[in-house]
């Protein structure tokens, strides 16, 4: 079997080997308590005092605004909860209709206790108003919650302007920017977040290591309860995962995004071919302002589900969109939000990464091109 294409960035990365060879020491020699008194394990307290101070480097953050998690759902759910403990007396929220799954869902379970959501509807290309977002608040806010970039179309919001709105009105902001990482610069300070997460298996760390900022000053109540983490976050800390994330982080200020500006010509390359070479193709998405890795695309007439298994039989791997709904057989909840013809268009989702080439881009094309004219015969 060739070797494989794999064109899923969005949904989890490779992890690097410099990543790797990080980490190993630390399942190994250097295995130690951090909480532990003696040296053994203080010596590792310090090194994920370094990783703190990397990655709120690459946020502009302080190094004690920097809690470790399991993952960016976990940092998610924290910072919501936090926010609805912090305003018991309030029981209105703002999101969006196109968000991560960690954040909708926890919508709903706060719906069901109680609150009144308010889902910002979204144009055919996926942008927010922000007019909508202003009207929508009222004095039972407690939180607003938008993503930075969205993890199917590559949009990137107006977070600044929303964190302006937030400060003015005296209410908490918080941001998912998990798909945002080392793809664009981050400044919490220049934001005006009160809470951001991050995921390390999005930028070729491994996946089980999240990040969730809060902002100094915000009263913080717990998830999970322990003396770890300034009691912030219990539980022994995932070491081994902590020094993989921050060497990750240490390329990524070591690069200054420099790559991007690769991905981004691979990805309007593909894009161009694609159009000159199949007709009737649409590129969902704000294509003025999204992530230089992203390309939401369906051709009229072909299901996406075919076109994925044509694809993987020539061991070529790209997804319908989210990851974390690609088993139910339900459409993208952000294509409907954007009112998309999924009947006539079934869109697929390419992210690049760091290791994709224009030789993988053209060995794509050229399947794509044979396999798009197979079904639409077919039809």
């Known amino acids: 079997m060739t070797q494989a294409i794999y064109f899923d960035n969005n949904a989890t990365t ?42 709120a480097k690459l946020l502009n953050a302080k190094a004690n605004e920097i809690i470790f998690t399991s993952c960016a759902s976990e940092s998610n759910v924290t910072a919501i909860m936090n926010a609805v403990k912090l305003n018991p007396n309030k029981k209105h929220i703002i999101t969006t209709s196109v968000e991560h799954a960690s954040i909708l869902e926890t919508m709903k379970y706060l719906e069901g206790n109680g609150y009144n959501i308010t889902y910002l509807s979204v144009d055919e290309f996926g942008k927010i108003d922000i007019e909508e977002l202003e009207q929508a608040i009222t004095n039972d806010t407690c939180l607003i919650a938008v993503m930075l970039a969205n993890n199917e179309l ?43 997460s991050i995921s390390g298996h999005k930028i070729h760390a491994p996946k089980g290591i999240g990040v969730l900022y809060v902002k100094e000053g915000i009263p913080f109540t717990p998830l999970i309860f322990g003396h770890q983490e300034d009691n912030k976050r219990g539980g022994t800390e ?26 981004e010509e691979l990805r309007n390359y593909m894009e161009s071919q694609i159009k000159e070479n199949i007709e009737d193709v649409i590129v969902y998405g704000d294509l003025k302002n999204r ?89």
Not at 238 to 257: H, R, T, W
Not at 323 to 332: G, Q, R, T, V, Y
Request: with cysteine; charged share 25%; aromatic share 8%.
């Open 238 to 263: 995932n070491v081994p995962y902590i020094i993989g994330l921050s060497k990750a982080v240490e390329m990524i200020l070591d690069d200054n995004y420099k790559i991007n500006g690769r991905l």
């Open 154 to 196: 590559g949009n990137i919001y107006p977070i600044k302007k929303i964190g302006e709105i937030a400060r003015k009105h005296n209410i908490l902001f918080h941001c998912d920017a998990v798909q945002a990482i080392g793809k664009i610069k981050i400044d919490v300070a220049d934001m005006n977040v009160d809470t951001l």
């Open 291 to 379: 992530l230089p890795n992203t390309s939401n695309i369906a051709f009229n007439g072909v299901k996406a589900d075919e076109l994925l298994l044509m694809l993987e039989s020539f061991n070529i791997f790209i997804s319908t969109g989210s990851a974390c709904n690609s088993e139910l057989a339900e459409p993208s909840h952000v294509l409907v939000a954007c009112k998309a013809d999924l009947e006539n268009y079934s869109p697929i989702r390419v992210s690049l990464s760091k290791y994709n080439t224009k030789e993988e881009i053209d060995i794509f094309i050229k399947r794509l091109i044979s396999i798009v004219n197979m079904l639409r015969r077919k039809k």
């Open 14 to 55: 490779k992890i690097d080997e410099s990543v790797l060879e990080a980490m190993l020491p630390y399942f190994k020699e250097n295995y130690g308590n951090p909480s532990s008194i003696y040296y053994f394990g203080k010596s590792i307290k310090e090194e994920i005092v370094k990783a703190k101070k990397n990655i």
